[in-house]
């Protein structure tokens, strides 16, 4: 595998104005190179681009394959691992089946994306509105999992409210919620683990009798 966002927090690129002279930094522009074209990156995602480290392929482990949609082979960091089975093995126990349809995904796998619906005659504005820009995603952090079906209606089913109501135990949280940062589209399907979020579910996290 290629190289993988790292788990610290996103940094806007910064260039100085008539330096030297003590003025204001504002802000440089950011873009991304799709194919061969380049594209401003637009707000929300400007500011937001995420840092990068080299990971490979044995920083990564399989999810088991009852637990991915259609049998398909999903990647995520060996770090999330055991917190990600514990959150799917409860959630079983309790009659919720979540399937997990993406996890780890390069930023070279992002442009391919976005290659697709271009060629399905998609403007990259139209694109970024429901996919991060390369480089901005957080699929490449290794610690991000979309759950099955990957879209609006993730938000009406019971997957959805058991996760809202018991992911926390586990260390995942919801990344873009209906009422987060303004400008971000509501993701519900999309989660992230983060060990600082985690609670206590006494309930869920108990050795089974």
Same mark, same amino acid.
């Given at each position: ?16 104005t008539?330096a030297g002279?003590?003025?204001v930094?504002v ?5 991304v190179?799709?194919g ?5 990156v637009?707000a929300?995602w400007a500011?937001?681009?995420?840092a990068?480290?080299v990971l490979?392929?044995e ?5 088991p394959l009852?637990?991915?949609?259609d049998?398909t082979?999903i ?11 514990e959150?799917?093995?409860?959630a079983?126990?309790q009659g919720?089946q979540?399937e ?6 390069s ?9 697709r619906? #271009? /060629? %399905? ?10 996919v991060?820009?390369? $480089?901005y995603? =957080?699929?490449?952090l290794g610690t ?9 209606? #993730? /938000? %009406?089913?019971r997957?959805?409210?058991?996760l809202?109501?018991h992911?926390a135990?586990? $260390?995942?949280? =919801? ?6 940062v ?7 399907w ?8 985690q609670?206590?579910?006494d309930q869920?996290?108990s050795?089974?009798p």
């Amino acid at each position: 595998m290629a190289c993988l966002t790292c788990c610290g927090g996103s940094k806007a690129v910064t260039a100085e104005t008539a330096a030297g002279t003590g003025a204001v930094s504002v802000p440089a522009k950011e873009y991304v190179v799709i194919g061969e074209d380049r594209y401003d990156v637009p707000a929300p995602w400007a500011g937001n681009r995420l840092a990068v480290e080299v990971l490979v392929y044995e920083d990564f482990r399989p999810v088991p394959l009852q637990y991915t949609k259609d049998n398909t082979s999903i990647y995520v960091l060996k770090a999330i691992y055991d917190p990600l089975i514990e959150l799917l093995d409860a959630a079983a126990r309790q009659g919720v089946q979540l399937e997990i349809s993406s996890g780890y995904r390069s930023a070279g796998y992002q442009k391919k994306i976005f290659l697709r619906m #271009f /060629a %399905k005659g998609r403007s990259f504005e139209d694109a970024i509105r429901f996919v991060a820009p390369p $480089g901005y995603s =957080e699929h490449m952090l290794g610690t991000a999992v979309d759950f099955s079906p990957s879209n609006w209606r #993730f /938000a %009406k089913t019971r997957d959805y409210q058991w996760l809202k109501d018991h992911a926390a135990a586990f $260390g995942f949280l =919801e990344s873009y919620p209906q009422y987060g940062v303004p400008g971000f589209p509501w993701e519900a399907w999309h989660w992230r683990y983060d060990a600082t979020e985690q609670t206590v579910d006494d309930q869920l996290t108990s050795p089974d009798p």
